[in-house]
């Protein structure tokens, strides 16, 4: 019932850029705040940034001034654009959802599959 679908990742050398998307399908779900994590091997998940629905965002003060996340309600869908990327951005990074069922108001989190985001010359 409800899935999210990551895209966007690759390989990009230090100073460069990527954007990647996550859409939601997540019908008879109302989506809440979303946000974009990241994991490196042997290491904890941690925030990269999150957004509300109305649009109040968050970040990670390791990635202020270079990432912006932004969403689009209408398409369910939530971005974060990546600029002056370094080697230490590389990771795996995953896309998260609150959402609420309409029919019971029961709150879940979902997760996307990750996508892999290097930065290597």
């Known amino acids: 019932q409800v899935q999210l679908v990551e895209s966007g990742g690759g390989l990009v050398q230090p100073g460069g850029s990527l954007r990647l998307s996550c859409a939601a399908s997540?019908?008879?779900?109302?989506?809440?705040?979303m946000g974009w994590y990241r994991q490196a091997p042997g290491k904890q998940r941690e925030l990269v940034a999150r957004?509300?629905?109305?649009?109040?965002?968050n970040y990670a003060d390791s990635v202020k001034g270079r990432f912006t996340i932004s969403r689009d309600n209408a398409k369910n869908t939530v971005y974060l654009q990546m600029n002056s990327l370094k080697p230490e951005d590389t990771d795996v990074y995953y896309c998260?959802?609150?959402?609420?069922?309409?029919?019971?108001?029961?709150?879940?989190?979902?997760w996307g599959q990750g996508t892999q985001v290097t930065v290597s010359s």
């Open positions: 998260n959802a609150r959402v609420v069922s309409s029919g019971t108001g029961r709150q879940y989190i979902y």
């Open positions: 957004i509300t629905k109305s649009g109040i965002t």
């Open positions: 997540a019908s008879s779900f109302s989506i809440n705040d």
